[in-house]
C-alpha cells in the first residue's frame, strides 16, 4: 500500500482546491479519509483519481449529481452505459441551446455597439436596455 496524502498533497496531485475536497466530502462524492491518531486526514492515490474524475466531470458541465451517477456506474463496470450516453446527449443539446443565445446575444450587442452620439441620453445601449424594441 502507498504511503498516505495529506490533504494537501491531495489537492496539488488532483488539482483540486482544500475547500472543494472537504465540500465533496460533506457532500458524499469523496468517502471520508481515514485520520491519523493526531487527526490528520489520510487519502490515498485512488482519491486523486477520483478527484480528478469528478473535476473533469465539473469542467463538462455536469452537475454534482450526475457526477455522483458516473461515479456509480464507473464502480460497476458490467453496466449498461446507455444513461451516461443519454446524459452526454442532453449536455451537448443544452451546449447547442446556449451556442444559439450567445450568437443571438452578440448579434444584439454588435447592433448597439460604438454610440457615437457623446451623450447619454442618445446612447443605443442605454435605450435598448429601456426599451428591447429599439434595435430591431
Known amino acids: 500500500m502507498s504511503k498516505p496524502l495529506t490533504i494537501g498533497a491531495l489537492a496539488r496531485d488532483s488539482g483540486v482546491n482544500l475547500e472543494t475536497i472537504r465540500f465533496y466530502e460533506r457532500s458524499g462524492l469523496l468517502p471520508a479519509p481515514q485520520r491519523s ?8 492515490q485512488m482519491d486523486v ?3 480528478r474524475f469528478i473535476r473533469r466531470g465539473r469542467e463538462l458541465g455536469f452537475s454534482l449529481e450526475e457526477i455522483r451517477s458516473l461515479l456509480d456506474l464507473a464502480a460497476h ?6 444513461s451516461a450516453d443519454q446524459m452526454v446527449r442532453e449536455h451537448l443539446d443544452a451546449i447547442e441551446t446556449r451556442i444559439r443565445d450567445l450568437q443571438n446575444m452578440r448579434a444584439e ?3 448597439l455597439a ?14 435598448a436596455l429601456d426599451d428591447r424594441d429599439c434595435c430591431h
Open 37 to 44: 491518531a493526531a487527526g490528520y486526514r489520510h487519502y490515498q
Open 49 to 51: 483519481r477520483r478527484l
Open 77 to 82: 463496470p458490467e453496466s449498461p452505459c446507455a
Open 109 to 111: 450587442l454588435s447592433k
Open 114 to 127: 460604438g454610440c457615437h452620439s457623446g451623450h447619454a441620453e442618445h446612447c443605443r445601449l442605454l435605450e
